[in-house]
């Protein structure tokens, strides 16, 4: 019987975690891995890293993360917004890694076949402090960063051609939910994406205002509209199991060396989802 494993925010340009990858292997050649972002910040990297783990998987898919859509003055690559996602999509087509402009994996080994939607949808500014619910997103943007809160996404991550994050995210969640709706009412689904999909796994955040980079309120029953037995998700870099609606959510980044150098188990590079 394969197994289905699951990673996220390997960040590898960070001294320290380009070593685990070699700790990203699986248990027999059959089995699969979702990366769900935020690999690197240079494409050639990116593409590097996914190279390396499809020679050791049987399938891999992967989802971009912020990190991945930044454009910064380090990468060769200056394609911004659209252009740099497609831009990656073709790479990982030339490896053969699973991405979410190609036709879905189905996962046959458990009690129903499991369709694996690798998803692409950015945020849109909705998760809201109690303090900016009701005020405009420039207000919102202003307590955040009177709260010493910026996300990078607001200098590197270009939205072109569309004329705001919010605008390429309400594209993204148009032509995700068309093919959500595709797949057959007898497949339950794995969704896998880099923002997680529910607001609650925010809930530990040191700073709460920083939700409003994590997710979109359109996607927060998407875990039962869609059959979900998993949702796979990373960003946050608090890695963990938690429920919703008796739905399992994953967090599986590794984050940083200077976070998870301070858990007890250390740093958890890869996890096993079925």
Not at 27 to 45: I, K, S
Not at 235 to 247: E, K, S
Request: charged fraction near 25%; aromatic fraction near 10%; glycine fraction near 4%.
């Amino acid at each position: 019987m394969p197994s289905l494993f699951a990673t996220s925010d390997l960040h590898v340009t960070h001294e320290g975690n380009a070593p685990l990858v070699d700790q990203v292997i699986p248990d027999a050649p059959d089995d699969w891995l979702l990366v769900a972002g935020d690999v690197a910040e240079r494409v050639d990297v990116v593409i590097d890293v996914l190279r390396t783990l499809r020679g050791r998987f049987a399938k891999v898919a992967w989802v971009p993360g912020n990190h991945e859509l930044w454009t910064t003055g380090k990468d060769e690559c200056q394609l911004r917004g659209q252009a740099r996602y497609e831009h990656l999509v073709e790479r990982c087509r030339e490896i053969d890694v699973v991405t979410p402009e190609d036709d879905y994996l189905v996962w046959e080994h458990a009690h129903r076949p499991l369709t694996i939607a690798p998803l692409f949808l950015l945020y849109d500014y909705s998760w809201r402090t109690k303090a900016a619910r009701d005020v405009s997103l420039e207000e919102a943007l202003a307590q955040a960063r009177e709260a010493g809160v910026v996300c990078t996404d607001e200098y590197f991550l270009h939205p072109d051609p569309f004329p705001s994050r919010q605008a390429w995210c309400a594209e993204r969640l148009k032509l995700s939910t068309e093919r959500l709706d595709a797949i057959p009412e007898d497949h339950g689904t794995i969704l896998m994406s880099h923002w997680p999909l529910h607001r609650h796994p925010t809930e530990p955040l040191y700073w709460p205002e920083f939700a409003l980079w994590c997710g979109t309120t359109e996607t927060e029953d998407w875990h039962i509209r869609y059959r979900s037995e998993i949702a796979v998700y990373g960003h946050l870099h608090i890695p963990r199991t938690t429920h919703a609606d008796g739905v399992r959510f994953e967090e599986v980044s590794l984050g940083y060396p200077r976070e998870w150098s301070k858990r007890a188990r250390g740093a958890v590079p890869i996890r096993r989802l079925l």
